[in-house]
């Protein structure tokens, strides 16, 4: 009893680094490389929306587009590319519990004088009996995006957001609070 004890502790001792090392490895750098170009695309949408259409025109661009967006780059590169927010405007944007937890850890960062712009985590998880890469990147909330989340939301305005969303909380938020995440999940082998 003690010998085999003293074996399959020796077995999974071996076995654990070795896992560790023929694990495949994750991309972060090709994560990073997607979170560039999603940000990239969002953000000439709103810009040029903004510049033709003022904010409520913005408005249904950003609801038609950034969704578009999100499928296309998912196609793309065979990751699911995604945004989620504690507190979603869309409710089809919700968290699961992965993503939600990482917001919260977030969070106490934040509150503990980190900035939202520097958060990331990224790791391999097993999911459903599968492996897959995930990768979560904090959005700040900058001066821009007080029209249609922050605190004072023209009242015109906030009444087509909740004519598009009815279940919308994704107001209230300041100046660099983080807004929520880009969230990239890799399906590994
Ligand atoms: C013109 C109004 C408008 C502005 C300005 C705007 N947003 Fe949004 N935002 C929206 C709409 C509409 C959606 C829902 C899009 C969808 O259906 O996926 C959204 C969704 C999001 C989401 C996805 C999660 C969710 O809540 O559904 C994030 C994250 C987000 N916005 C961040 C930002 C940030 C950061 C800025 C500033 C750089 C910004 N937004 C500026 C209208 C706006």
Not at 133 to 145: E, H, N, S, W, Y
Not at 164 to 189: C, H, I, N, S, W
Request: aromatic share 6%; glycine share 6%.
């Amino acid at each position: 009893m003690s010998r085999f004890a003293f074996t399959s502790a020796a077995i999974l001792a071996l076995a654990l680094p070795a896992c560790a090392e023929t694990a495949p490895t994750p991309d972060k750098a090709k994560a990073a490389e997607l979170v560039q170009a999603y940000a990239g695309k969002l953000k000439a949408a709103l810009g040029s929306a903004l510049e033709t259409g003022g904010a409520e025109g913005a408005l249904e661009v950003c609801a038609k587009q950034a969704p578009v967006i999100a499928a296309e780059l998912s196609q793309s590169s065979g990751w699911t590319v995604a945004r989620t927010s504690l507190k979603p405007r869309n409710a089809a944007s919700a968290p699961d519990d992965y993503e939600r937890k990482a917001m919260e850890a977030f969070n106490v960062r934040i509150a503990k004088g980190e900035k939202a712009a520097d958060l990331v985590s990224a790791e391999v998880v097993e999911q459903n009996g599968k492996k897959a890469f995930r990768f979560i990147k904090a959005i700040p909330t900058a001066q821009l995006c007080l029209t249609c989340h922050g605190e004072n939301v023209a009242p015109e305005l906030k009444r087509k957001i909740v004519a598009l969303y009815p279940e919308d909380q994704a107001t209230g938020f300041k100046e660099g609070d983080m807004r929520g995440v880009f969230t990239l999940t890799k399906p590994l082998p």
